[in-house]
């Protein structure tokens, strides 16, 4: 019943910007952590940035200084704001979000970083 929906992907090249949005519906409760994973072609899905409810932010090293993650509790959406992209950036990312221990995902949108 609860579904997340990203979008904002694209082809992009090198040092340009994307901002991937992801919305939910279909729920009546906020919830907890939300965050941004990515999963390229052959590697293993990893976590790019997480936000807490409180508004507190955690990124992996590779994208630290150039990704931002943000998002309106008041809606339920979580959003990555991606800067200075590079080729190594290209992957589908996915949305996710936790309900207590439950995890929600959303069908990926692809980013395609040129070189």
């Known amino acids: 019943q609860v579904q997340l929906v990203e979008s904002g992907g694209g082809l992009v090249q090198a040092g340009g910007s994307l901002r991937l949005s992801c919305t939910a519906s279909?729920?009546?409760?906020?919830?907890?952590?939300m965050g941004w994973y990515r999963q390229a072609p052959g590697k293993q899905r990893e976590l790019v940035a997480s936000?807490?409810?409180?508004?507190?932010?955690d990124y992996v090293d590779s994208v630290k200084g150039r990704f931002t993650i943000s998002r309106d509790n008041a809606k339920n959406t979580v959003s990555l704001q991606m800067n200075s992209l590079k080729p190594e950036d290209t992957a589908v990312y996915y949305c996710?979000?936790?309900?207590?221990?439950?995890?929600?995902w959303g069908q990926g949108t692809q980013v395609t970083v040129s070189s």
């Open positions: 936000i807490t409810t409180g508004g507190r932010t």
């Open positions: 996710n979000a936790e309900l207590g221990y439950v995890h929600y």
């Open positions: 279909g729920i009546i409760f906020s919830f907890n952590n």
